[in-house]
């Protein structure tokens, strides 16, 4: 892995895991049936089921009131894959392919011209700022409801293009059980993700049993109109209105959520803030990164990567001692269909 | 009631409770325990037993799914009083008082300088941009959490001038037995209110039950800083950047909730647009007015009041016949503490 991150940092990272201030040595009372099949004993699954174990029981020096549980999770790299394109960028691209019948314009207009002449060279080159325009213009101009539709039909329909298989099936096995196990522990799981809310919503319910308003993300300004017949509606318009991204996370956080987490996980360096703000509270906390290292099962990529570059967050995570999970070392299966 | 709604809008009124679709001949199947001890018999109160006994009946005409028991509810005037000012307003003022020695500014800088000279005539006329001012010098300047224990504090001794009761004891017992009715059945509840978001969490758990998380409001906008001591912390700033009011409440509840609830109750033109989101979606809905109507146990005000206008609102309600909540004839007591 060129540039990456190399084996004295992941020695150092296995240590940190030490320092974290939590009880390693304090083993479950009882033996009970494995709330997480899918990782690999080790330093990381102990960690973390020391850390639910121990904020979950009542009168122990952790312990932290239900009300108190709350857990944020990025989307795109920590609970589903990221590559080779933000799975909402691929949406948005199939959305320019199907509305160009509508949109004569866009034949001469960038950056819509180069992804309807599938020009690759321009679309490596399109940078946020176009990346913006297409979301912008692709995700407007009709109803929430609507919206929803076109996710869902799109989601029914898209096939990934190395595995050739629906977006939704690449979700980490393992990172569904974490989640699971949180809320059996009286944790509330939120998404707080830099995709788009909107194009979140419709299907997290089913893939990871987080509800829609446990859902804080990237957001499109809406309008409230009353249309024809009386009926009231909000409708999609071409103007992104926040980034759900970096510095933007931890305000997000306080603004949907209204507590700071105890527990958040990521795997990019626009999770860098949400996990030091998470870290700076009072008591028990568990804060982690997910490592892409398994260029095999998934991808490996960090430093330099265009999509989830992990750079700035390692090192914050080696100074402060967060846990770093390793994907090839870590988990037993990366996908739930590699378990049929 | 000078200026207010007659007699024969009210008559409009009982009459338009048949039809809102509610199937009124529906009568519980076995003699319960009565879940809203404190509403009188009565069209109002059947009205709502016989939505949420609908919506919660499995293979009935009108069954929801509980993922989709979505119901909001304004909080000045819904739930709690808002006379003689928004206790917000109160709260403001009194901090104004409480910040000036560090603020000598103020003295010569209106409306602070009309504030600390208690010019009552000058205050009447502060108008929105007034308050909102007064607002965000006095809600901001610290960290989130400083915030919370600010709010908190002025709640332990700050008291309600007609009363001389903590302002949290203005809330409505009736109300307070509608939101545990509704939870008993499935709904999540959620506040969607004018006030500011960071000024209802810290006591809407204890009071009303409702999770922080589970709170939508205006908002001042914050900022993400790394402090002394490398510990990351939320700084509010002294500018209000989303006001929950109009058809922002609906923009509102699609961004924090994700979904179109099935019921929303409010009191004033504030309210409108969240409730004709609401009726405008398919299946079973019900929305609700309250109406101050009790001078001698509340207030009474509709067209001309100050705070907590209903006016507009009051005639969409006749309209489209959604349920109108008359204080006088259908609670038997406003506030918890008239039980004892």
């Given at each position: 892995m060129s540039g990456g991150i190399g084996a004295i940092e992941r020695r150092q990272m296995i240590a940190a895991v030490g320092a974290i201030g939590l009880c390693l040595s304090a083993r479950r009372a009882f033996a009970q049936t494995?709330?997480?099949?899918?990782w690999n004993e080790g330093a990381v699954k102990e960690a973390i089921v020391d850390f639910v174990t121990n904020v979950a029981?009542?009168?122990?020096?952790?312990f932290v009131s239900p009300d108190q549980r709350v857990a944020t999770f990025d989307n795109d790299g920590t609970l589903w894959s990221e590559q080779p394109v933000y799975f909402q960028v691929a949406f948005a691209l199939d959305r320019v392919r199907a509305m160009a019948p509508h949109r004569?314009?866009?034949?001469?207009?960038e950056p819509f011209r180069s992804v309807l002449a599938g020009d690759k060279a321009a679309l490596a080159k399109l940078g946020q700022k176009g990346l913006l325009q297409i979301v912008e213009e692709t995700h407007s101009g009709m109803t929430v409801e609507q919206f929803r539709e076109t996710v869902l039909e799109w989601l029914a329909t898209a096939r990934h293009p190395r595995f050739n298989r629906p977006y939704t099936e690449l979700v980490y096995q393992p990172m569904l059980e974490f989640l699971a196990y949180l809320r059996t522990n009286g944790f509330k799981t939120f998404i707080v993700s830099g995709g788009g809310i909107e194009f979140m919503r419709p299907w997290v319910g089913k893939v990871?049993?987080?509800?829609?308003?446990q859902v804080v993300g990237s957001s499109g300004a809406t309008e409230f109109r009353m249309m024809a017949g009386g009926k009231a509606d909000l409708v999609k318009l071409a103007k992104v209105e926040f980034i759900d991204d970096g510095p933007g996370k931890p305000v997000a956080i306080n603004r949907f959520i209204g507590q700071r987490p105890i527990l958040s996980f990521g795997n990019s360096d626009g999770d860098q803030q949400m996990l030091e703000w998470t870290a700076a509270g009072a008591g028990a906390r568990l804060n982690g990164l997910v490592h892409h290292t398994d260029a095999k099962r998934e991808w490996a990529y960090d430093r330099?990567?265009?999509?989830?570059r992990l750079d700035k967050a390692w090192d914050e995570a080696m100074r402060r001692g967060w846990l770093v999970v390793d994907m090839k070392r870590d988990w037993k299966v990366i996908y739930p269909f590699e378990e049929r």
């Open positions: 494995d709330p997480l099949p899918s029981t009542s009168g122990g020096p952790d004569p314009d866009w034949k001469n207009k990871y049993g987080i509800p829609p308003d330099q990567a265009s999509f989830g």
